[in-house]
C-alpha cells in the first residue's frame, strides 16, 4: 500500500508539471501568433486602402505613371502579406505538433492513472479494504494495531479521491487538447486558402505591372520631359523652404541672444530651448499629417521606377490619400512660411523651435503666416489632380538646414 502511495505522489506531481508548463509555453508561442496575426491585419488594410485609391486613379496617360507605382506598392504589400501568412501556417504547423504531442502524453498518462487505480481497487478488494473498513479497523488486535489501520485506511480513502481527481482533470484537459487540435487545422485550412487566393491575385498583378511597363518604356520621351518639370518645380520648393528657413532661423537666433544677454558669444551654439526639445522628444511617435495614406515615394536617392539608370532625389515623403483629404500640424508650432509654387501649389511651414514640418500640394489654406497652431489643427486640404484623380501630400522636416528623413519621425502605421 505505501509503494501505491508514493507512486500516486509521483504521478501527481508529473500532472502539476505538465499544468503548469504547457501553459506557460503556450502564452511565448501566443504571443508570437499575435505578432503575425497583427502584421497581417495591416497589411491586408494596406492593401484593401490601396486598391481603393487605385481604382480612383484614371486610366490617362498622364495617370500611367501613378497606377504602375500604385501597383509596385501594391505587389510589394501582397508579396510581404503571403510571406506573413506562410510564417503563420509554419508556426500553426509547429503548434499542431506540440499540440499532438501533448495529446499523445496526456492519453498514455490517462491510461496509465486509469490501470494503476484499477490496481489499486483489486489489491483493496483482496485486503477487504472496500465496504468493511471498520470491521477493518474494529479487528485489530491493540490499540497500536487500531491506529495503524486507521491511518492506512486514512491515507487510502485521501489517496484514492487525488487519483480520481487526477483522472478526471487529465481527462478534461485531453478534451481541450483534442478541440484545440481541431480549431488550429481549421485555422490553417483557411490560412492555407487565403495564402492560394492572394497568390492568384498577385500573378494578375504582376501581370499587370509588366504591361504597364512596357507601354511606359514605349512613352520613355514624354516621361523625361514630366521627369525634367518635376525636378524644376522640385528645385523652386526647395530654395524657397530653404529661404523661408535661413530668414526664420536668423529671426529666432536674435530673439535668443537677446534673452541670453550681450555677454552671449555669437560663436556659440546655442542648447536646445524647450519648443526643440519637446518636439525632439516625440521622435518616431509624430502623428501623421492624414488621417489615412501611404507613402508613395520614399526619402533619399531612389531609382526611378521605369527609366533604367535614372535617379529621382527626394526631400521628404510622398504620401498618396483620399481626395480633399485634411491635412493636419503634426506639433503645435507656428506658422513662419506659406509660398505658392508653380506646379506643387500652395505650401506651409510650421517652426517648432529649431525643427520644421513642411507640408506641400495644399489648397484651400485655413491659416496665414504668424498664425500659432496646435496639434491636429487643420491647415488645409490635399490638392487633388483632375487628370489623374489622385492626391498627394508632399511632407519634409527640416533642423535648421538639415533634412531629416519623416518617417523616422512619423509614428508607425
Given at each position: 500500500m505505501q509503494r501505491l502511495v508514493l507512486y500516486g505522489k509521483h504521478l501527481f506531481i508529473f500532472f502539476l508539471l505538465t499544468a503548469w508548463v504547457t501553459p506557460q509555453l503556450s502564452a511565448q508561442t501566443s504571443v508570437e501568433r499575435e505578432k503575425l496575426e497583427a502584421r497581417r491585419k495591416k497589411l491586408q488594410q494596406e492593401i484593401k486602402y490601396t486598391d481603393r485609391l487605385l481604382?480612383?486613379?484614371?486610366?490617362?496617360?498622364?495617370?500611367?505613371?501613378?497606377?504602375?507605382?500604385?501597383?509596385?506598392?501594391?505587389?510589394?504589400?501582397?508579396?510581404?502579406?503571403?510571406?506573413?501568412?506562410?510564417?503563420?501556417?509554419?508556426?500553426?504547423?509547429?503548434?499542431?505538433?506540440?499540440d499532438?504531442?501533448?495529446?499523445?502524453?496526456?492519453?498514455?498518462?490517462?491510461?496509465?492513472?486509469?490501470?494503476?487505480?484499477?490496481?489499486?481497487?483489486?489489491?483493496?478488494?483482496?485486503?477487504?479494504?472496500?465496504?468493511?473498513?471498520?470491521?477493518?479497523?474494529?479487528?485489530?488486535?491493540?490499540?497500536?494495531?487500531l491506529l495503524r489501520r486507521w491511518l492506512l485506511l486514512y491515507q487510502y480513502s485521501r489517496f484514492r479521491q487525488r487519483q480520481?481527481?487526477?483522472?478526471?482533470?487529465?481527462?478534461?484537459?485531453?478534451?481541450?487538447?483534442?478541440?484545440?487540435?481541431?480549431?488550429?487545422?481549421?485555422e490553417?485550412?483557411?490560412?492555407?486558402?487565403?495564402?492560394?487566393?492572394?497568390?492568384?491575385?498577385?500573378?494578375?498583378?504582376?501581370?499587370?505591372?509588366?504591361?504597364?511597363?512596357?507601354?511606359?518604356?514605349?512613352?520613355?520621351?514624354?516621361?523625361?520631359?514630366?521627369?525634367?518639370?518635376?525636378?524644376?518645380?522640385?528645385?523652386?520648393?526647395?530654395?524657397?523652404?530653404a529661404d523661408i528657413i535661413r530668414k526664420a532661423e536668423a529671426e529666432r537666433r536674435k530673439k535668443e541672444r537677446e534673452a541670453a544677454g550681450s555677454s552671449a558669444s555669437r560663436e556659440e551654439a546655442p542648447a536646445m530651448d524647450a519648443a526643440s526639445l519637446g518636439f525632439y522628444n516625440l521622435k518616431g511617435h509624430l502623428p501623421w499629417p492624414v488621417k489615412k495614406g501611404v507613402v508613395s515615394a520614399q526619402f533619399g536617392r531612389q531609382p526611378h521606377p521605369s527609366i533604367p539608370g535614372i535617379t529621382i532625389t527626394n526631400n521628404g515623403i510622398d504620401i498618396q490619400t483620399d481626395a480633399q483629404a485634411r491635412v493636419l500640424a503634426v506639433h503645435q508650432g507656428e506658422v513662419v512660411g506659406l509660398r505658392f509654387i508653380q506646379g506643387l501649389h500652395y505650401m506651409v511651414i510650421l517652426r517648432h523651435g529649431m525643427f520644421y514640418t513642411v507640408y506641400s500640394n495644399l489648397e484651400h489654406l485655413l491659416v496665414t503666416k504668424g498664425d500659432k497652431v496646435s496639434r491636429g489643427q487643420m491647415l488645409g486640404r490635399v490638392y487633388t489632380d483632375p487628370q489623374t484623380g489622385t492626391a498627394e501630400l508632399h511632407f519634409e522636416l527640416w533642423r535648421d538646414k538639415d533634412r531629416l528623413n519623416p518617417s523616422l519621425w512619423l509614428k508607425k502605421r
Open positions: 481604382k480612383k486613379t484614371r486610366k490617362t496617360k498622364r495617370a500611367m505613371m501613378r497606377r504602375y507605382q500604385a501597383i509596385l506598392r501594391q505587389v510589394k504589400a501582397r508579396e510581404e502579406l503571403i510571406a506573413t501568412l506562410q510564417e503563420e501556417i509554419n508556426w500553426l504547423d509547429a503548434d499542431i505538433q506540440r499532438s504531442l501533448v495529446r499523445q502524453a496526456l492519453e498514455q498518462d490517462l491510461q496509465r492513472l486509469e490501470r494503476e487505480y484499477a490496481g489499486i481497487l483489486r489489491a483493496a478488494f483482496r485486503q477487504k479494504l472496500n465496504g468493511s473498513s471498520w470491521l477493518f479497523v474494529l479487528s485489530a488486535s491493540g490499540i497500536n494495531d480520481a481527481k487526477i483522472i478526471s482533470e487529465t481527462r478534461s484537459m485531453l478534451q481541450k487538447r483534442i478541440q484545440r487540435l481541431e480549431e488550429r487545422r481549421l490553417k485550412e483557411a490560412l492555407l486558402k487565403e495564402e492560394q487566393w492572394q497568390n492568384e491575385v498577385l500573378a494578375g498583378e504582376l501581370n499587370q505591372k509588366d504591361r504597364l511597363l512596357r507601354t511606359l518604356r514605349k512613352d520613355e520621351n514624354r516621361l523625361k520631359k514630366e521627369l525634367a518639370k518635376k525636378k524644376a518645380d522640385s528645385r523652386k520648393l526647395n530654395n524657397a523652404i
